[in-house]
């Protein structure tokens, strides 16, 4: 039977576009589903500010009734004028075992990325760096978390076989939690902290961290800017993860480092790992997910490290280090044994150095495809 592409064009096809990773990833142990809220207010155009710089297309494969695979066109206008290619991206990309199905994705979003006056495509990434991005391509049976992209082995095959390349990769370890802080590692932070004239800033609630908001996504802008297919996100943007994200945040593991006049030079984000609970609430709060999201809250036992940034004038005096060293502490006190790390480029040597001093296995490794026209 032929496969058929549909446009997503309804709220009721958006719904379809999210919910099949049920489907697809029906049984697997490994694979952590996204919160449905998330999907909804990237994909979303009224809901996701990107769209203000940004077009997307997505279309669900066919064959017959029944729905075989589904992908995301996203062309990012700051990206072109950053960076000076005309790629699309792809995104949103999950399909059934079969070549043909990848195929008629592929040659969807390419037809349309042409048409476009595009002249390569690279993915898997998002509107923003802050998206999932990466297609695994080691680490099949390792538990996912929830900020990374999981799927099947044979996902890089069938693209590959497509004519797709490897653009960049990225890798992921899992960090041991030492069952104490050496105390040459807590004297070091503290002439670190002196010689610099900075503290840690002790959020007390959420709202703490909040009064931070700008000055976290304004550092973020600075330190990424250099990195793989990043651009400057906007004050919507910055707004909308602010809401989103930060008056949830667990000021356990958010460490702030501040100047004498209370301005943002650093800051570190761990969350507790809600991987379990995102297998068992099946990616919603409710009726019954919120039980599981709070029972992995309040006692974690592993934490999942998503951002750095450090100010650039401050990246060479032991900062990062020091941001390792206080969250380790407070994963120490409240004992989680261990941490995962998101992405990090594999020519990033300068944030991998960070994890020397620990016990470590870098175990996932996940890849940015291109293709040119």
């Known amino acids: 039977m032929s496969i058929e592409m549909r446009e997503v064009v309804s709220h009721a096809d958006l719904m379809k576009f999210i919910n099949f990773q049920f489907t697809i990833f029906k049984g697997n142990p490994y694979w952590v589903p996204s919160f449905i809220f998330d999907e909804v207010n990237a994909l979303d155009p009224k809901k996701n500010p990107a769209f203000a710089h940004c077009e997307a297309k997505l279309w ?44 008629a994705l592929l040659d969807t979003v390419e037809s349309w990325a042409k048409g476009k006056g595009m002249v390569g495509i ?3 990434l998002g509107f923003t760096d802050l998206d999932k991005e990466g297609m695994l391509v080691e680490g099949f049976e390792e538990l996912g978390t929830m900020p990374m992209i999981y799927n099947h082995p044979y996902y890089p095959k069938y693209l590959e076989r497509c004519g797709y390349e490897k653009d960049v990769d990225w890798l992921e370890y899992e960090i041991k939690v030492p069952k104490e802080i050496p ?8 002439l670190v902290l002196k010689r610099t004239k900075l503290r840690i800033y002790t959020a007390k609630k959420p709202k703490d961290i909040v009064r931070y908001g700008d000055q976290i996504f304004d550092l973020i802008n600075v330190a990424y800017s250099g990195l793989y297919g990043t651009v400057e996100l906007n004050k919507k943007q910055i707004d909308a993860y602010i809401n989103q994200y930060l008056g949830f945040a667990d000021v356990r593991f958010v460490k702030l480092i501040i100047d004498e006049d209370d301005k943002l030079r650093a800051f570190g984000v761990a969350v507790p790992s809600l991987s379990r609970a995102l297998q068992q609430s099946k990616g919603r ?18 934490i999942d490290l998503l951002l750095v940034a450090v100010d650039p004038k401050f990246q060479a005096s032991g900062i990062p280090a020091l941001l390792m060293t206080s969250i380790c502490k407070s994963a120490l006190d409240v004992g989680v044994i261990s941490a995962e790390t998101s992405g990090e480029l594999e020519d990033n040597v300068k944030v991998q150095s960070l994890w020397k001093d620990f016990e470590r296995r870098q175990h996932k490794r996940r890849r940015a495809y291109k293709k040119m026209f």
Not at 72 to 99: L, Q, V
Not at 285 to 302: D, S, T
Request: avoid cysteine; hydrophobic fraction near 40%.
């Open 183 to 190: 105390e040459k590692a807590l004297r070091v932070q503290e």
């Open 60 to 103: 669900l494969a066919y064959r017959g009734k029944k729905i075989v695979g589904r992908i995301a066109g996203i062309i990012n206008n700051k990206y072109i004028e950053k960076w000076g290619n005309k790629y699309a991206r792809f995104g949103w990309i999950d399909f059934i075992d079969d070549p043909e199905v990848a195929k």
């Open 122 to 124: 690279q993915g898997p």
């Open 285 to 302: 709060l409710f009726p019954i997910g919120w039980i599981y999201v709070l029972k992995a809250l309040k006692k974690p036992r592993y």
